[in-house]
Every structure is written in C-alpha cells, then in structure tokens.
C-alpha cells in the first residue's frame, strides 16, 4: 500500500503547487475563459463530465503502448466509438475494437505483424455528484464491459472478457483554468487461451494529473499512473506493479471537434522475482494516445 500513498501524495502536492503558483493573477483576465468540458482534459485519466443532456460524439481513437526488454514491440488498440448522453446524469458509449501488433525479437512472445478486428465494448457512466455553484467537485462512477478475440499484448487470438470499473473525481482548481482529475481503477479479466485454458486477471490503478488551460482552445498538462497486476480475481497473486509519468495535451479545434493527445513513460515498478529492473513483463516502456472527436 505504500506505493498508492506515495502517487496519491504526489498528485495532491502538485495540485496544491500548482494552483498557489498561478492564484495569484486578478480574476478578471479569466473571464474571457467559458465553461469547458473535463472528461479528456487528463490523457489516460478521464474526467468527470458527461456532457449536456441529448449531445451526441462520434470519436476515433488509437493507444499505442512501445518498448520491452528486449526486440521490437508496438502494439495498437484502434477504437471506434459511438456516445451520446440521454440524460444529464448518464452518458452510454459504444465502441468497436481493434488490434495492431508488430512484434520481433522479443522473449516470450512470437513475431508477428498483424491489424485485426478484435471486438465490441460499452461503456456506462453515471454522475454522481455535479459541479456547481460553491461546489469545485465532480465525481462519476464508469463501468465497461468488454469482450475481444485478440490479446492486446501478445496479438494472440483468445477469448477476453473484461469489466472496467472506474471512479473518475475532478476539482477546478481555478475557475476555467486549472483542474485536477484523479482516477481509482479496478479492472478483472477472463481469458480463454488458444490451448483451451482459463486465465484470470486483475489490474488496479490510480492516477493524478493536472491539466492548465492557457488559451481558451488548448490545454495542457501532466498525469502520473499507478498499476498493480495479479493473475488472479481476488488480488491473492501479486504479479508487480509499474508508475508512468507523462504530459497531456487537450486541443479544441471548433465548437464541436477536438485532438486530444498524451504520452508517458514507464519511470519505476518491478516484477516479481525482478525487483531492480522496470516492469517490462505486465507493462511497456512507453504509451501515447491519440483521439480525435466531433460532436453534435
């Protein structure tokens, strides 16, 4: 546990730095700033929003995760995505997936170079606390069921099914200007393996980022994740644990579009057996992100 208290505390001091740093300007050159929407202000972490209630988004986005310890490894998740907001505390959102692999060289996993359809997801998110007047905060609470044929590491064809349960919290710092967003992740998988085998997996993590509006349509910022791997569902079978630190950069091409982009690095974490070495096992060396939405 000590590992969460040490991201915990760094995300909460950064924030707290940050927003003494930039308090101090009058007010008044912030009103040219309106309202803006926080759910892909974070990179990897998601923010609260929802959007307005009967807004629909068309989105295609790409998370390329690089490096082992040794040979060649890139490897893809393409989504497709479809969301819309029925009401102003739920936003539904329905994807579709796919996997692109080029691996070479590396141990443990076979060469491949491949781009498939790999499966469907849904994504549910209610709000459960709104910002407001007096109220800086935000929370929503995010459940994805997923199931896919590709192994998003190894490009193997499997049998996956995954829930992602996620608790996104985020406060404006300084009104349309500063926030901070903060993800609690908790996330169990099912895999069938080709040789006819049940594996099970779960992933915890939490994140912090800051994310600094300097002009209306950009934002920028940092984030730092924290994950711990177990091959098992009830956290009984410890596999290591990896932190990446990266920026984050949120651009608001027009009234309804928007790029949204980010990348990191793994900076610690070990494997089991392998305590003075990165987690290169359950993890990459890097991960960037690309996203790419229109509303309407």
Same mark, same amino acid.
Do not use: C, M
């Given at each position: 546990m000590s590992g969460w208290t040490t991201i915990r505390c760094i995300g909460l001091g950064a924030a707290a730095g940050m927003g003494l740093l930039v308090a101090g300007p009058a007010q008044a050159q912030y009103d040219n700033f309106g309202e803006i929407e926080t759910k892909?202000?974070?990179? &990897?972490?998601?923010?609260?929003?929802?959007?307005?209630?009967? %807004?629909? #988004?068309?989105?295609a $986005? +790409?998370?390329?995760?690089?490096?082992?310890?040794?040979?060649?490894?890139?490897?893809?998740?393409?989504?497709?995505? &479809?969301?819309?907001?029925?009401?102003?505390?739920?936003?539904? %959102?329905? #994807?579709?997936?796919? $996997? +692109?692999?080029?691996?070479?060289?590396?141990?443990?996993?076979?060469?491949?170079?491949?781009t498939q359809f790999s499966g469907v997801a849904a994504e549910f998110r209610y709000l459960l606390l709104g910002r407001?007047?007096?109220?800086?905060? +935000?929370?929503?609470?995010?459940?994805?069921?997923?199931t896919s044929r590709i192994d998003d590491t190894s490009g193997e064809v499997v049998r996956v099914t995954e829930f992602e349960n996620r608790l996104a919290i985020d406060v404006e710092i300084i009104p349309s200007r500063l926030f901070a967003g903060f993800n609690f992740l908790y996330v169990p998988e099912i895999v069938r393996t080709p040789e006819a085998e049940w594996e099970r997996e779960t992933t915890l993590?939490?994140?912090?980022?800051?994310?600094?509006?300097?002009?209306?349509?950009?934002?920028?910022?940092?984030?730092?994740?924290?994950?711990?791997?177990?091959s098992s569902l009830d956290l009984s079978s410890f596999e290591g644990d990896a932190v990446f630190v990266g920026p984050t950069l949120y651009w608001q091409l027009t009234n309804k579009s928007f790029i949204q982009a980010?990348?990191?690095?793994?900076?610690?974490?070990h494997a089991v057996g392998d305590p003075f070495n990165l987690n290169l096992d359950e993890f990459s060396r890097h991960k960037a992100k690309l996203k790419y939405a229109y509303e309407f």
């Open positions: 892909y202000l974070f990179g &990897f972490t998601i923010g609260s929003g929802i959007g307005l209630e009967g %807004e629909k #988004e068309i989105s $986005q +790409s998370v390329g995760r690089f490096g082992k310890r040794s040979g060649t490894y890139r490897a893809f998740q393409h989504t497709l995505e &479809f969301e819309f907001t029925p009401s102003q505390y739920v936003q539904i %959102e329905i #994807e579709a997936l796919g $996997q +692109s692999h080029f691996i070479k060289n590396v141990p443990d996993l076979d060469d491949r170079n491949s407001g007047p007096g109220n800086p905060w +935000s929370i929503t609470l995010s459940i994805e069921p997923e993590g939490f994140s912090a980022a800051l994310a600094y509006r300097f002009i209306p349509s950009v934002v920028a910022g940092v984030e730092v994740e924290y994950f711990r791997h177990y980010a990348w990191s690095a793994q900076v610690a974490g």
